[in-house]
């Protein structure tokens, strides 16, 4: 994980990481309870983890990826991401924890997702630092609050 650009610094970034943090801790959680065989404990923490993603998507394609996508050399990037943010969705939304198939495949998207974040945090995010305009951030940022009403960044924005 980077930590050497200052992207972290950004209160909308940090935003982003904080969200990826808390998305990983309950897939990371989902994992123990199936090593436990807590299926159903298992089960509550993927569907946490499933609207939580969904916010955090909505956020990021609407504002930050939308704006970066306005840079050519980005697009196919951010539309990548944008592609893996729709299969996670729809491999979750259909995750059956009572097959051994699919919680196998469960483990295995975790692992994808942990590969996912790394393209953010170390691709696009530092990416954005030196491609936004003043007013991009601000669209990026608009965007987070739409999705997020009443939170509040974690520090200026």
């Not at 990826?20 to 065989?37: C, I, P, Q, S, W």
């Amino acid at each position: 994980m980077c930590h050497y650009c200052g992207c972290r610094e950004i209160p909308l970034i940090k935003e982003f990481i904080a969200e990826h943090e808390a998305v990983t801790d309950l897939a990371g959680d989902a994992v123990r309870a199936l090593d436990a065989d807590d299926r159903e404990g298992a089960r509550a923490l993927v569907d946490r983890m499933a609207v939580l993603l969904l916010a955090h998507w909505k956020g990021e394609e609407d504002g930050l990826f939308a704006v970066m996508r306005e840079n050519e050399e980005y697009r196919a990037y951010v539309d990548a991401l944008a592609v893996e943010h729709r299969e996670l969705a729809a491999f979750l939304a259909r995750l059956d924890l009572d097959s051994a198939e699919q919680r196998a495949a469960f483990r295995k998207a975790v692992d994808e997702l942990h590969d996912h974040i790394a393209k953010e945090e170390d691709g696009l995010f530092p990416a954005s630092l030196t491609e936004l305009t003043g007013e991009q951030w601000n669209l990026s940022f608009d965007a987070w609050r739409a999705v997020h009403t009443g939170q509040a960044l974690s520090g200026p924005a």
